[in-house]
């Protein structure tokens, strides 16, 4: 397979994208720094130059045929530092650019890392954390709005320790911390099994097997 990561340069693209290609898959990642290209090209990922704040819908529908993807992973965010603005430029509306392009592509398969209690808005927390919650809550409603094989993967906090490979699943779950080597490893088994399909899912460390988790 083919699978095109928005955000190809974040930490679980990174991992995503070297499990990909450990499997005898074909990663791109889209980012719009051309200083990360060597990082992309160290784990077997094709770097794709586009700016998905500023693009549109037809041109990145374009890129996605020219690539002959056969899969899109939403992996992309503000990050730590950005302001309430970008939490919806980036973690809503980019995702929300993908799904449209995708569909406009013919490409079926999306998989999207939101993160846990999305839905689930703290009103103590900070003007830029519930604007992330909000950004995310809503592309994650829009993408199960569509006619897509979507799967949307909601992570607790992230680590980078070592991965386990033990994860615990459900519609919601308890917070809790997941290293990003698991979350990568949790999507990689989703683009590979086809599971998922149509579901949304909490996700955290836990003591069950990914693939009998999933």
Partial sequence: MRIVIAGGHGKIALLLSKLLTDAGHEPVGIIRNPDQIPDLERVGSQPLLLDLEHTDTATLAAKLRETGADAVVFAAGAGPGSGAVRKTTVDRDAAILLADAAEAAGIRRLVQISAIATDRVDPNADEVMQAYSRAKS?????????????????????????????????????????????????????????????????????????????
């Fill in 138 to 214: 809503e592309a994650d409603a829009d993408i199960r709005g569509r006619d897509l094989e979507w799967s949307i993967v909601r992570p607790g906090g992230l680590t980078n320790e070592a991965p386990t490979g033990l994860v615990t699943v459900g519609d919601t779950v308890d917070r809790g911390t997941i290293p990003r080597a698991d979350v990568a490893a949790v999507v990689a088994h989703l683009l590979q099994s086809g599971g998922a399909v149509r579901r949304q899912f909490e996700l955290v460390s836990g003591d069950t097997p990914i693939a009998e988790a999933i």
